[in-house]
């Protein structure tokens, strides 16, 4: 992989990611190059290059020294493409063909230069419409015991893995996360987003003292766990898929924190197509969200059970008590992005995107509902069978 250190930083335009694309030598002499910005997301422009010659194509993903969905006023550090390209290396060691290949990288520039996967659709998108992607619980539970099993203590010399939490550590993209998912939707903030009907259900949530206290000991557990190298933003907007491809995408919030994140995050966003889903379209998140956490939680026991490098594997429980509280955690982590997908500063389309009002409403008050009990029965809800039992009573 080529790692170019050129010009100091400048946003890219069409025309100058052009001549990247022929300065790293990725294309024939002949190629007729295009380009055209596709980003869509909270923070980064995305510049897809295809050679309308041979149809070939690559990508160049560009971080602005600023959050682009709130602008200027937002200064934000560059020093996240560098985390994104390097997290994607790493985790495309173990989890080998379910994230793209990185070309080239440049630190000056900010920039990630990778695989095109323009022939894959990003994963809400096509929930949104009703896909059902038969291989996606399967592809993300495996990549989820992959990458964050051999990036813990399980799989890595003490000195190796201390080493990564210094590489990976990520303060400022942190912070987004400590303020936007653990902080701000349980106070009166003013990031926080919602529409005026959901006025009562918010406020309830600002004095639910007990709820506060829980989410105080997840944000902690985010603070200070230091357990696997995280992507840190496993939302269905962070995965491109097809009938029979993954692709994780996107971890420019990769550092070291608690396992259960991660799987919490991905559960969280199918939960949210639980609601806005009816019948067999919601029998099949369902059978996604029972079968991510089967996926994972068995190939992580298997890989614990040959762990060399932790003495204790064999003891009696302990498999059990890591995976219990993995579980636990990824409960109060999905709650706490339902709800801040809710009423916080990131919205998602799933729910935005109803134009019912009557029926969008409900909705989201069902969405806050499983967030908050998520959170409180966390200790109390002793499988995903249960989980998924919940949801039907909060839908009924
Ligand atoms: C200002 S960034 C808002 C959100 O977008 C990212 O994808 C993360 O989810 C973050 O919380
Ligand atoms: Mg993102």
């Known amino acids: 992989m080529a790692v170019v250190a050129t010009k100091p930083y400048e946003s890219l335009t069409q025309e100058t990611a052009i001549s990247l694309a022929n300065e790293l ?36 993903k560009q971080a602005l020294p600023y959050a682009k969905v709130i602008g200027e006023s937002w200064p934000l550090t560059l020093k996240r493409a560098k985390i994104e390209a390097s997290a994607l290396q790493k985790h495309g060691e173990y989890a080998i063909g379910l994230v793209p290949k990185v070309y080239a990288t440049d630190e000056n520039l900010a920039i990630t230069v990778m695989e095109d996967l323009s022939h894959l659709e990003i994963v809400r998108e096509g929930l949104i419409k009703g896909e059902s992607y038969p291989k996606l619980s399967t592809d993300i539970g495996e990549y989820l015991a992959l990458t964050l099993f051999n990036t ?37 903030h003013e990031t926080n987003d919602f529409e005026p009907a959901l006025q009562a259900e918010v406020e309830a949530i600002w004095n639910n003292t007990l709820l506060k206290l ?27 898929a097809s009938e029979e491809d993954t692709k994780v995408i996107d971890p ?56 060399e490098f932790d003495l204790f594997n064999d003891v009696e429980g302990y498999d059990a008590f890591v995976l ?73």
């Not at 024939?28 to 010659?53: H, K, M, P, W």
């Not at 003490?158 to 106070?187: G, Q, R, W, Y």
């Not at 105080?216 to 696997?228: D, I, N, Y």
């Open 25 to 60: 030598s990725l294309f024939s002499n002949e190629a007729q190059l295009v380009c055209e910005e596709i980003g869509d997301g909270n923070l980064n422009y995305v510049f897809r290059i295809t050679d309308q010659a041979s149809g070939k194509g690559i990508i160049i």
């Open 152 to 188: 813990s203590d399980f799989a890595l010399h003490p000195f190796e893995k201390k080493a990564l939490v210094v590489e990976f550590s990520n303060p400022e993209l942190c912070k987004i996360t400590e303020d936007l998912i653990f902080t701000d939707p349980f106070f009166d």
């Open 214 to 240: 829980e989410v105080a000991k997840l944000k902690r557990s985010f603070l200070t766990e230091a357990e696997a190298l995280l992507h840190g933003d496993l939302h269905t907007g962070s995965i491109f």
């Open 252 to 307: 420019e919030f990769a550092f070291y924190g608690p396992i259960g994140f991660d799987v919490g995050l991905f559960l969280g966003n199918l939960i949210v197509q639980s609601f806005t889903r009816e019948g067999k379209q919601r029998d099949v998140i369902h059978s996604h969200i029972h079968n991510t956490w089967v996926t994972f939680s068995s190939k992580f026991s298997e890989f614990l059970e040959q762990s």
């Open 324 to 396: 219990e509280k993995v579980f636990r955690d990824s409960l109060g982590f999905a709650g706490c992005e339902l709800i801040r997908r809710t009423i916080g500063l990131a919205h998602v389309k799933d729910l935005d995107s109803i134009e019912n009002q009557e029926k969008r409403i409900l909705l989201k008050k069902q969405t806050l509902k499983a967030g908050e009990l998520l959170i409180i029965r966390r200790k109390e809800i002793n499988s995903i069978d249960a989980v998924i039992e919940l949801l039907g009573e909060i839908q009924q």
